[in-house]
C-alpha cells in the first residue's frame, strides 16, 4: 500500500488527462521548502515506461505490485533505468526529483537519484555528464562528466530499516548551481534524516572525493534515471526496490530558433536537450530527419541548413542525433559476427593518416559482420535516418555488401557486438560493390525481417577511386535508401524504396556481407567515414 507518495484518483489533473494528486508526504516536502510535484516520472503502475542500462547485458528487474525492483547481475558494478525527459532549471527556481526507497541494497551499496545532462564534445562526440544524490551507508551528492567524478558531500548516516523517499534538489543562480539531498521517512515526511546542500560554482569547488570539473553543467536536464551501485565483490546481488518517482516541475517543450549570420550562406538552427531535428517541404510533411551534421557543447546544439528555393521546414521531437566523424580520440566502434557459434569476424580500426574508418577482413575473418557504436547499442527509434561515407575499398569485392541497419530488435536488454547473430526483427540498406559473374554492375536493396529482399537497384557499378555516402530511412512505414556521390549531394546516384511497416521501432548499426571467392584468398577492406545517425526515441538507454 503506497502512503507518502500515494498517487490517486484526486484533484489534479496529471499527463494524458489521468486524474492524479499526491498526499502528504510530497505536500509536506512543498512545505520545507521543495515545491510539490507537478510531473508523475512513473508510478510503475502502467508497466514498463523506462530504458534500461548496464555495461553488460543481463539486467534483471521486475515490476511487481507497483514497485520496481532492480538487481545488479554478476560482476556489474552499475545499473540503471532511464527517462528520457528534458525538464528546464528556471532561473532561482527549486526543481526536485523525488522516489521512494523501499528496500535499501545493504553492504557497499547505494540506491541513487541522477539528472543526465547531454552535449557535444570536442572530435564531434557525444558526452554524458549530471548529478546525483546515492543513498546507502552514506548520502552523496555527485557530480559526474568528461572522464571526471566527484563527490562534493559523502555523510555517514543511521542504519535506515524502514522505506523513506528520496530527493535530488537543483537551483540555478547566476553562474552557480545550487545541489541538495535530502531523505525522510515515507510514511511519516516530518522525520528528516538528512538534508544537506551545497553550491556548484564556477571555479574548482572544494570536494569529499574526486576532482570537481568546473563550472556548472549547462542546458536543461536531458533525461533522468534511478541507479543501483554496488561494488562487484562485495555483493554480487545486489538489489533495490523503488516505488513513484516524480517531478517536481512539468517537462519542457522542445524549442527552436533559426538565425542567419551575416553575409553566411544558408541558417543556423539552434536547441537545447535531446531533440530530434525533423525536415519537411511543407508544413502538412512528411516530416523526415535531418541529415545535416550537428555542432555544440553543453547540451547546446546547432546545424546549418541551406536556403532552399519553395522554402523548407523544421521543427523539433524528442529524439538523438549522434555524429562521428572518425577524428582522433576515444574509439568506441567494435565489430561482430552475425553468425551464431562463428567468433570470426573482419576487425574495425582507426586510419590515422586519413581521418577514416576501415574494416578489413582476410581469409577466414572474411565473414558477414555488424559494426556497432557503443553509444548507441542502448537506443531504440522510431522515426529515423542514419548515413555513412564511404571513402575506398579493395576492389573487387565480389558480392560483398556494406549498409545500414535499423530498426533492430535483440531479444537482449542491450544488442552488444559480443552478442552473436543478427536480429531477425530488421531493417537493412545494403550496398553491393559489385555481382560476382557481373563486376560492372552494383546493387542497393532493401531487406526486411529475416533478410527478406524488399526492393532492389542494379545499377553501373560504383568505383572505388570515387567517394559515396550512403543514406537509409525508415519514417514510418516507408524505407527510403540513396547513394550520392561525395561531391554532389543534392541529388542521388540511385534510390530505391519500399514500404513495410512491419517493425515499428528498434535499434541502429552497420552492417556487411563477405566477399566472394577463394575463402583463403578473398578479401573485405573498405574505409568509412562520418557517421550520422538521427531519431526519434522511443527508449534511451536499452530496452528488452
Sequence with gaps: MKTSMHLVHGYGKGRGGRWLTLLTGLTLLGGLGYPVAADVIDDFESGKRFGVYSGKAGVSYELVDGHLKVSRPGDEEVVGVYYYRT????????????????????????????????????????????????????????????????????????????????????????????????????????????????????????????????????????????????DPSANPRAEVVYDNFVCSHDQTAPRLSLLRRGNQPGAAIEWEGFCALLEAESVQGPWRPCLEAPTGADSHYAV???????????????????????????????????????????????????????????????????????ILTHMWSGDCAASVDLSAWTPPMEDASFGIILRARPENV?????????????????????????????????????????????????????????????????LTLELFDREQLETPLVSCAANDGRIAEGMVALHGTRAAGDPTEAVYDLRIGRFLFNGTLTYCLGKP
Excluded at 153 to 160: F, L, N, S, T
Aim: proline share 6%; glycine share 12%.
Design 414 to 478: 542491450v544488442w552488444h557486438c559480443p552478442t552473436e547473430g543478427l536480429p531477425r526483427e530488421r531493417y537493412a540498406g545494403l550496398l553491393t560493390f559489385s555481382k560476382a559473374g557481373s563486376p560492372g554492375e552494383s546493387v542497393l536493396s532493401i531487406t526486411g525481417p529475416g533478410g527478406e529482399v524488399l526492393e532492389r537497384r542494379r545499377f553501373p557499378a560504383v568505383d572505388p577511386q570515387k567517394r559515396y555516402r550512403l543514406q537509409f530511412r525508415a519514417v514510418g512505414d516507408r
Design 304 to 374: 546549418n541548413v541551406p536556403v532552399q528555393r519553395g522554402g523548407r521546414f523544421y521543427r523539433l521531437t524528442r529524439g538523438f542525433f549522434h555524429h562521428d566523424a572518425f577524428v582522433p580520440g576515444e574509439w568506441s566502434w567494435k565489430t561482430g559476427s552475425t553468425e551464431v557459434g562463428n567468433r570470426y569476424k573482419p576487425g574495425i580500426g582507426y586510419v590515422s593518416s586519413e581521418n577514416c574508418g576501415r574494416i578489413r577482413g582476410v581469409g577466414v575473418i572474411n565473414a558477414d559482420f555488424v559494426a556497432q557504436n557503443e
Design 87 to 230: 525538464y528546464e532549471l528556471p532561473e532561482g527556481e527549486t526543481v526536485t526529483f523525488t522516489t521512494d526507497v523501499l528496500s535499501l541494497p545493504g553492504g557497499n551499496a547505494y540506491a541513487a537519484v541522477l539528472v543526465v545532462f547531454s552535449g557535444i564534445a570536442e572530435k564531434a562526440r557525444y558526452e554524458e555528464s549530471g548529478y546525483g544524490a546515492l543513498l546507502g551507508r552514506t548520502v552523496q551528492l555527485m557530480k559526474w562528466g568528461l572522464g571526471q567524478g566527484s563527490y562534493f558531500r559523502d555523510d555517514p548516516v543511521a542504519a535506515i530499516r524502514e522505506p523513506v523517499a528520496l530527493t535530488l534538489a537543483l537551483t540555478r543562480q547566476g553562474q552557480s548551481l545550487k545541489l541538495g539531498a535530502r531523505v525522510v521517512l515515507r510514511d511519516q515526511p516530518d522525520q528528516v534524516l538528512y538534508d544537506r546542500e551545497v553550491t556548484d560554482g564556477p571555479g574548482q569547488d572544494p570536494v569529499a572525493a574526486g576532482a570537481d570539473s568546473g563550472a556548472p553543467l549547462r542546458g536543461p536536464v536531458a533525461a533522468v534515471a534511478l541507479w543501483l551501485r554496488s
